[in-house]
């Protein structure tokens, strides 16, 4: 576990890499790779959302769970599936919602890499899982890591907008300050809570006007209609 490919993020991050929480999820990965158990996504993606969304071009944060866990969807950035695999129902609520919003059209495909370069921090708070075992490597360390991450947006940057979808996001997003940045929460966009209140939230419209607001490129939401994987 290396941040060759994250440099803007190494100084904070680099020290968690020595911690033993972080020797235990080296262990557990080891061990789960000597049984031969298959992990999404591959080791080379399990820091994709930060190599991908540098420190200091963050505007919006979005927190997910864990990986998917079926194969060829998780690719290290949360809600977003590879070209070609069939878009998840959570993300068909986000593009509903989007639409609804800001009239954003919805594409075919569930490819997210776009925003992420435009300083959309796509985290799940648990980086790999165990193929169809979804939760399954959960409370082994990568919660702590990703709080890192958290913590270390909130305290080095300013007027970034966090979406704190569910309960669980709300949990781990609580370390945030709400004096320095936006916190929007809203119910999970999953198909058993999209109708409680994610649908008609309007995050991404909320979002777009706190960042020009504060001097700051609002995100373009709408997706290239045929991706190219990075």
């Not at 998780?74 to 009239?103: R, W």
């Not at 569930?110 to 193929?131: C, F, P, S």
């Not at 966009?189 to 409680?196: G, Q």
């Amino acid at each position: 576990m290396v941040l060759d490919n994250a440099p803007s993020w190494q100084q904070a991050l680099e020290p968690e890499f020595s911690a033993p929480y972080m020797q235990g999820l080296k262990q557990f990965l080891r061990c789960e790779k000597d049984q031969h158990k298959t992990i999404y996504p591959h080791s080379s993606e399990w820091f994709h959302a930060i190599e991908t969304t540098a420190l200091y071009d963050v505007k919006v944060v979005i927190l997910g769970q864990d990986p998917y866990h079926q194969p060829g969807q998780a690719h290290g950035l949360c809600f977003s599936v590879k070209p070609g695999v069939k878009t998840p129902p959570s993300l068909v609520n986000i593009y509903k919602e989007l639409e609804a919003d800001l009239g954003v059209k919805p594409v075919t495909h569930g490819y997210l890499e776009h925003w992420a370069k435009q300083g959309v921090l796509l985290l799940n708070a648990v980086l790999t899982v165990e193929d169809s075992n979804p939760n399954s490597h959960q409370g082994k360390g990568w919660e702590q890591f990703t709080d890192k991450v958290i913590s270390t947006i909130n305290e080095k940057q300013q007027n970034v907008v966090f979406m704190l979808w569910g309960s669980y996001a709300q949990r781990k997003g609580s370390v945030i300050d709400a004096t320095r940045h936006c916190v929007l929460k809203a119910p999970h966009p999953s198909p058993l809570s999209a109708h409680r209140g994610f649908l008609g939230c309007r995050h991404f419209s909320q979002a777009n006007q706190y960042l020009e607001a504060h001097g700051r490129q609002p995100v373009d939401w709408q997706l290239p209609d045929c991706p190219t994987e990075s």
